[in-house]
């Protein structure tokens, strides 16, 4: 009788650890409500408030980058040779076709890219799976981090998406913390 209680009680904590590891590798889910906090938390501080109601944060679970938007995005990152924040602007119309490939560079300095990883299909345990359009750094052609992965905020601190097509994205710059600015401000 011991034995068998030991053994349950083994299988009971294995599959405590197992569920816990699940649980970690899950990216944070926000609720509508919670989404619309942090949301209006993450508002760059500006007097101009064309840029106030046009500019807005994005997160992973919104899958900024599943369709071709024709919108500009303000990128603030940086790889794992630096700890500097850096800021890229790209506008979000590159197609998926088998011209441009898997990717394409949207900025690059030495070791360091971020580029966006088009939208491909492939093969995991002999079913085909889509892998969504999104965003990643590469470091060293070895490293790399997307933006939908848990854990991203350590290379991504943060995407804002200027949500307007017929305005001029403002010119954005980064302060020595990596928190975005107006230029001129």
Known sequence: MKKILIILGTITLI???TTSL????????????????????????????????????????????NTVDNKWYYVVWH???SENWRITKFKNDIKTSKENG????????GVEKLFILMETRGLIKNKEVKFPKDIAVQ??????????????????????????????EPDLIIDNKGNIKVKGE
Not at 31 to 44: D, G, M
Not at 48 to 65: H, M
Not at 140 to 163: A, G, H, L
Request: charged residues 25%.
């Open 15 to 17: 599959g405590t650890s």
């Open 102 to 109: 898997k990717r394409t560079i949207v900025n690059e300095d």
């Open 139 to 168: 470091w060293n052609s070895s490293f790399s981090w997307k933006f939908s992965q848990p854990y991203s905020e350590t290379v991504f601190k943060s995407i804002y998406c200027w949500d307007s097509l017929d305005k001029q």
């Open 22 to 65: 699940v649980a970690c590798n899950t990216p944070q889910e926000y609720t509508h409500e919670e989404l619309a906090k942090l949301k209006e938390k993450n508002k760059i501080n500006t007097a101009n408030q064309e840029i106030k109601d046009n500019l807005e944060w994005i997160t992973p679970q919104e899958k900024p980058f």
């Open 79 to 81: 790889s794992n040779s």
